[in-house]
T-cell receptor, first 114, second 113 residues
Framework: AQSVAQPEDQVNVAEGNPLTVKCTYS??????LFWYVQYPNRGLQFLLK??????LVKGSYGFEAEFNKSQTSFHLKKPSALVSDSALYFC????????????FGAGTTVTVRA | DTEVTQTPKHLVMGMTNKKSLKCEQH?????MYWYKQKAKKPPELMFV???????INESVPSRFSPECPNSSLLNLHLHALQPEDSALYLC????????????FGPGTRLTVT
């Protein structure tokens, strides 16, 4: 069965500092990995995905993520965090063979202080 | 245009009422989804429609009834709900499955009294 773990419930950083949100996955088969962000009282917004190819994926709003197959990780990063990056972040995985299901992590709340 | 719209934004209903949630996308996506989300939790998949046919029902109680009238529209009919059904209901669509990202609507905040 596929699953995703986000080991940190909360991440707090100062504005201008690097931001990292951690994600590890467990699948049998090649994973398709996604990051979504949710602002209060809003739906989820797609940030980026890894399908195949370059392990460093660049996405929206200056975010990037690094796929590490040996560590089964897909950490989300931003070099310089903004107060407006404060939100709930979800990592998700779908297997390369199968249906339309995404397995979401529990979510990580990011707070960026001014 | 990567927008998924949902109406209404908020809905309060009694346990004996019948109501419907509506979702629309004009991206030509052939997969559409309903999710239920509780506060600070990840979305829980309820239903998936692929090419206007129901392909996944995650053992959702029959008081929730999905409908896909055409490739752009998705409805969720609600009847005899329970207070524990109060949640944010999210609609999403994608161009396909597996490798395709899902685009989410803003959700309908449902309160069952």
């Amino acid at each position: 069965a596929q699953s995703v773990a986000q080991p940190e419930d909360q991440v707090n950083v100062a504005e201008g500092n690097p931001l990292t949100v951690k994600c590890t996955y467990s699948v049998s088969g090649n994973p398709y990995l996604f990051w979504y962000v949710q602002y209060p009282n809003r739906g989820l917004q797609f940030l980026l995905k890894y399908i195949t190819g370059d392990n460093l994926v660049k996405g929206s709003y200056g975010f990037e993520a690094e796929f590490n197959k040996s560590q089964t990780s897909f950490h989300l990063k931003k070099p310089s965090a903004l107060v407006s990056d404060s939100a709930l972040y979800f990592c998700a995985v779908s297997v390369a063979v199968g249906d339309y299901k995404l397995s979401f992590g529990a979510g990580t709340t990011v707070t960026v202080r001014a | 245009d990567t927008e998924v719209t949902q109406t209404p934004k908020h809905l309060v209903m009694g346990m004996t009422n019948k109501k419907s949630l509506k979702c629309e996308q004009h991206m030509g996506h052939r997969a559409m989804y309903w999710y239920k989300q509780k506060a600070k939790k990840p979305p829980e998949l309820m239903f998936v429609y692929s090419y206007e046919k129901l392909s996944i029902n995650e053992s959702v109680p029959s008081r929730f009834s999905p409908e896909c009238p055409n490739s752009s529209l998705l409805n969720l009919h609600l009847h005899a709900l329970q207070p524990e059904d109060s949640a944010l209901y999210l609609c999403a669509s994608s161009a396909g499955h597996r490798s395709y990202e899902q685009y989410f609507g803003p959700g309908t905040r449902l309160t069952v009294t």
